[in-house]
């Protein structure tokens, strides 16, 4: 796996980048959190500039709040056939809008599974891209990996306000 870091708005990207598709992102804040993500991925070399280009922009579109799409270019290694689900539910909400983790888990064919939903969502191996910012708890914005103040502000940019 190699990897590119990329400053935005909301602190350092990380991103790991297999084959031509992204197969891991994180959101920290400072650079060296991204670098031990980095490591921990075992992606020890850099990606070229035009292996990074398309994803380091889908990042900073992200950031800013517009709509993207990944059209296939993601390959994800781990999960098992629940989180994959998840995944994919997560992925085809529409920028601005939220969805509860109750009524994620109905819409992927798990009624009454919220919390296993919220555990899938929590190992979102490429938040920001799959964008688990928009699930949230029924009672308020709920939890998020990369900090509730990250989520506010990645909703806010798609002008949800919380």
């Avoid at 400053?7 to 959190?33: M, Q, S, Y």
């Avoid at 922009?57 to 629940?82: H, K, M």
């Amino acid at each position: 796996m190699k990897h590119a870091l990329v400053e935005t708005d909301l602190g350092w990207a990380a991103i790991g980048i297999e084959d031509g598709n992204v197969c891991a992102a994180a959101l920290p804040k400072t650079r060296e959190l991204a670098e031990f993500a980095i490591a921990d991925w075992g992606a020890d070399e850099p990606a070229s500039e035009d292996e990074a280009a398309p994803f380091v922009g889908l990042v900073l579109r992200a950031v800013a709040g517009e709509d993207i799409r990944l059209d296939g270019n993601v390959r994800i290694g781990i999960g098992t056939r629940f989180q994959r689900a998840v995944w994919e539910g997560v992925s085809r909400i529409p920028k601005g809008e939220t969805i509860t983790y109750g009524e994620l888990a109905s819409n992927i064919g798990y009624p009454g599974a919220a919390r296993a939903v919220g555990r899938a969502v929590g190992s979102n191996p490429i938040p920001l891209l799959i964008p688990c910012h928009r699930v949230v708890a029924s009672n308020g914005i709920g939890g998020f990996g990369g900090a509730i103040q990250l989520k506010k502000r990645l909703l806010a940019a798609e002008g949800i306000h919380y």
